[in-house]
């Protein structure tokens, strides 16, 4: 779009302003855990069950989920 994008911290008491009008909010700021704790994700489960996968290239992906939009 032609502008920088910024990261901002999340104000997550919004959220619980929002519980009474909007009930996902509760099950937002449930998991709120998930977003203070580090994740990494590991392949070697998926590459032991199918070790001949390969992958595709993301620009590939991109274009032929964005293909009915052209």
Same mark, same amino acid.
Do not use: I, K
């Given at each position: 779009?032609? /502008? ?7 104000? =997550? /008491? !919004?959220?619980?302003?929002?519980q009474?009008? =909007? ?7 449930? !998991?709120?855990?998930?977003?203070? !704790? ?6 070697a ?8 996968? /390969? ?16």
């Amino acid at each position: 779009m032609g /502008r920088a994008v910024t990261a901002r911290p999340f104000n =997550w /008491r !919004m959220l619980w302003f929002a519980q009474p009008f =909007w009930p996902e909010a509760r099950y937002l700021r449930e !998991m709120r855990y998930l977003w203070d !704790m580090p994740h990494r994700l590991d392949g070697a489960m998926f590459d032991s069950l199918l070790p001949g996968f /390969r992958h595709t290239d993301l620009s590939e992906a991109l274009a032929a989920a964005t293909a009915h939009l052209r």
